[in-house]
């Protein structure tokens, strides 16, 4: 795992902000206080589908997508090794969001 810094995720997020916007993905970035494993995390909803995305300043990340009419979450879990990790994780959540049930 790596020590991230959580700009690169607000980054990341950012550059992701013009394709889900395409996609109708309303979404919000939050970048919690300052402790000894700080968290950011990207919510996301687009009609029936919800997803977060948080990442720790340790480099552990949790994925959670759910649907509002059937209830169902999905969950995953990442150990970053890199920064360029963070695109893969967004890259997840960005094919649940749009997933065509």
Request: hydrophobic fraction near 40%; proline fraction near 3%.
């Amino acid at each position: 795992m790596i020590e991230l810094d959580l700009t690169q995720f607000a980054a990341a997020v950012c550059a992701y902000a013009p394709q889900w916007e395409r996609a109708a993905i309303r979404w919000q970035l939050t970048i919690g206080p300052e402790r000894d494993k700080t968290a950011a995390c990207v919510d996301c909803e687009t009609g029936d589908l919800a997803g977060q995305l948080i990442v720790w300043t340790s480099g552990e990340a949790e994925l959670m997508t759910g649907s509002f009419s059937t209830g169902l979450i999905d969950q995953a879990h990442y150990d970053l090794t890199s920064p360029q990790d963070l695109s893969t994780c967004l890259d997840d959540l960005t094919q649940r969001l749009t997933e065509q049930t």
